[in-house]
């Protein structure tokens, strides 16, 4: 099946049935307003047309990222190792550093508890304990 070749343009206000009432572009008195400078995009962006403070900013911005990433990662070497086939997010981390310092405390806290039961013992059972002994 051939298609006709079909010539695609913008139909005209009288094709269309519309009554033109402004008068067409050419007859209509120049447009003198503000100057607008629009910035052209470049597809090569140029590193060196850049003002020398935002290249400082930036390059301060990154070394700031860097160590917090670093920061993280020397975190997540101190973690217990979790079996995940991905590295950790930071929100994650975060995450696994709490749990495991409250992990941490409560060993402490069987730990005082233990102490402080034999401390707690009472002098009977101190005496009778030396007294066996004997």
């Given at each position: 099946m051939e298609?006709?070749?079909f010539a695609f343009s913008m139909p005209?206000?009288?094709q269309l049935g519309i009554p033109s009432e402004n008068p067409p572009l050419s007859q209509l008195p120049p447009y003198y307003g503000p100057p607008m400078t629009m910035p052209i995009p470049h597809p090569?962006?140029?590193y060196n047309l850049e003002p020398a403070f935002i290249r400082k900013r930036n390059?301060?911005?990154r070394i700031r990222v860097r160590h917090v990433n670093e920061g993280y990662a020397r975190l997540r070497e101190h973690l217990p190792d979790e079996p995940t086939d991905k590295r950790m997010s930071k929100v994650e981390t975060l995450r696994a550093a709490i749990r495991y310092i409250k992990h941490l405390e409560s060993l402490l806290d069987v730990g005082k508890d233990s102490k402080q039961?034999?401390?707690t013992e009472g002098p009977e059972k101190r005496q009778e304990s030396?007294?066996?002994e004997r």
């Open positions: 298609y006709p070749d005209t206000c009288y090569l962006y140029d390059e301060r911005e039961d034999k401390n030396t007294e066996d």
